[in-house]
């Protein structure tokens, strides 16, 4: 095809019998008439020898481009499950500390979800976690974790979430379920020893 063809057609590019002055038998830009397969190996040798430029160029693209960028990266990751998770894995076991203090973070920005869970693994264990229990049940009962760190934010004394009945009572024992958690003052469970009045 002539480049004239091309430019009539509207195309971007075009493709001639005649190879480049370096050899090659690949598109030619129909704007320029330029080697499509020239310009790539140029763009990487420029990219090679002014690496600075190159990512102070990519940052500025992807400022400027970030939902087309992370439409990109995310369908690169899906099809490149294996490696993406071979990467996070090999990153993981390489920056052991980056990985304690992000847990740290993550603990300390969210530590009513931690105590939630902790609770609720010995709960399981004691098999006091009823199978009727619904993702809301657990939803509420974090929710009383929350209600009990922000007290102790607000009130400048500890208050914890309690077992109404306790989970491993002398007489009787409690089910974790969201009507049997009370939030109250930590010195008042502690008094309370794990004993269930009955009134
Ligand atoms: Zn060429």
Not at 139 to 162: C, H, I, N, P, Q
Request: charged share 30%.
């Amino acid at each position: 095809m002539k480049r004239a063809e091309a430019k009539a057609l509207g195309l971007k590019f075009y493709r001639t019998e005649k190879p480049c002055k370096h050899g090659h038998l690949a598109d030619r830009y129909t704007k320029s008439a330029q080697c499509t397969e020239c310009l790539a190996i140029q763009s990487i040798a420029w990219r090679l020898e002014n690496p600075e430029k190159h990512s102070a160029s990519m940052r500025k693209w992807i400022e400027n481009n970030r939902e087309l960028h992370a439409t990109r990266v995310k369908r690169w990751q899906t099809a490149n499950k294996d490696k993406v998770r071979a990467d996070a894995k090999a990153w993981t076991t390489a920056n052991p500390d980056k990985v304690k203090a992000k847990a740290l973070r993550h603990i300390k920005k969210h530590p009513e979800a931690y105590t939630a869970r902790g609770v609720l693994s010995v709960a399981r264990r004691a098999k006091r976690v009823p199978k009727w229990l619904t993702s809301d049940d657990r939803w509420l009962m974090r929710e009383a974790y929350f209600l009990s760190k922000l007290r102790t934010k607000m009130f400048g004394f500890v208050w914890e979430v309690d077992h109404i009945i306790p989970l491993r009572g002398a007489l009787v024992s409690g089910l974790h379920v969201p009507t049997n958690l009370q939030v109250i003052p930590k010195r008042d469970n502690r008094l309370k020893h794990n004993s269930f009045q009955l009134v």
